[in-house]
């Protein structure tokens, strides 16, 4: 792991922030010239510190106004490996992610859906019917509070 400094915190604050933000705007706040910054981001990214810039769609402008966490804990009947089921369950539109975890449960999924009939339709036609499904504790969201991470 390389070391970082305050300037790298702040450049990295700002991009968690608003990641479009170009390396002149950053370096016109932090005091500091183009080039100068955008060689700091580039070596962040070669040492792995930015592992990408995303999009965050507004799900429920799209029209999809229920997210579900699911926990989902795979069925031993049958011993499918944790790799089929990741893949098979992250080729499902709705599930925008799957994570591995330790604990009750062996997956936790984050679910989109238009309402709760079509969440209901998601879960009974596609996610428990996949190889290995088994139990399910479904949450669903009611609010969100974003953190700006642990640099914040």
């Known amino acids: 792991m390389i070391e970082i400094d305050d300037i790298d915190r702040e450049i990295l ?20 010239s183009q080039p100068a910054v955008w060689r700091r981001i580039r070596r962040l990214e070669k040492e792995k510190m930015i592992r990408g810039i995303r999009l965050r769609l507004n799900a429920e402008a799209l029209g999809f106004g229920v997210t579900v966490f699911l926990g989902v804990k795979l069925a031993r009947k049958g011993h499918v490996s944790l790799e089929d089921f990741e893949r098979a369950v992250s080729a499902i539109p709705e599930v925008q992610t799957v994570e591995h975890v330790l604990g009750l449960y062996d997956f936790r999924l984050r679910v989109v859906a238009r309402d709760l009939p079509d969440f209901e339709r998601v879960l009974r036609r596609r996610i428990m019917t996949l190889p290995g499904a088994g139990e399910v504790e479904a949450n669903v969201l009611l609010s969100e509070e974003r953190r700006p991470g642990p640099l914040g």
């Open 13 to 32: 604050r700002a991009l968690c922030r608003d990641a479009s933000q170009s390396a002149g705007s950053i370096g016109r706040r932090l005091g500091m």
